[in-house]
């Protein structure tokens, strides 16, 4: 038995080779499917909008059903649907509106310049960093703040570590240029 390919809209499993495969995913029913997927994942904010403009379709109320499927022109949502659906929205209006920090609400500039103060550190209170001067005749704009590294406690016992994995001087670093990336 050869390879099978299942497509998940149309709940059906068939011999996968090019042709097949092709004829199926131009077909009318799985093109049907896949659209009916895709309209019962929208945004309920989203299925209103497109409704309101829609009369009531006479066939699908009165029988339930309605020939022309997902391609009627008319409203399939009863009454109780767009209830539904109009709750559901204020809910979740009402649910963005409560996430919202009240910070930004004001002015997002000043409280993107509070975050950016809260993050930096004075180089004596970050234990991950040391201050290391290049040269000493030089200015205070020549200490370099650099990372102190040390390799896991699990490797200490290990001797002959790979060069990539020890820890590098800090001297080594001082002639270095930093590029910063991104």
Not at 21 to 50: C, F, M, T, W
Not at 58 to 68: A, E, K, T
Not at 116 to 129: F, T
Request: aromatic share 8%.
């Amino acid at each position: 038995m050869g390879r099978r390919y299942y497509c998940d809209f149309c709940d059906k499993s068939f011999a996968d080779n090019v042709s097949n495969r092709r004829n199926h995913l131009n077909g009318v029913q799985h093109r049907a499917l896949k659209k009916l997927h895709y309209e019962s994942l929208q945004d309920p904010e989203v299925i209103l909008s497109n409704d309101a403009s829609k009369r009531p379709c006479r066939q699908f109320h009165q029988s339930g059903d309605c020939r022309f499927g997902g391609a009627c022109k008319y409203s399939h949502l009863t009454p109780e649907d767009r209830e539904r659906l109009k709750t559901l929205v204020a809910t979740q209006q009402e649910s963005k509106k409560r996430k919202l920090p009240p910070v930004l609400t004001t002015d997002p500039g000043e409280h993107l310049a509070e975050w950016l103060n809260g993050r930096k550190w004075p180089a004596s209170e970050n234990p991950g960093e040391r201050s290391v001067r290049k040269d000493e005749s030089v200015e205070d704009e020549s200490v370099v703040n650099l990372r102190s590294y040390s390799i896991p406690s699990l490797l200490n016992g290990f001797t002959n570590l790979p060069v990539s994995i020890l820890p590098p001087e800090p001297k080594s670093l001082l002639n270095v240029d930093l590029v910063e990336w991104g």
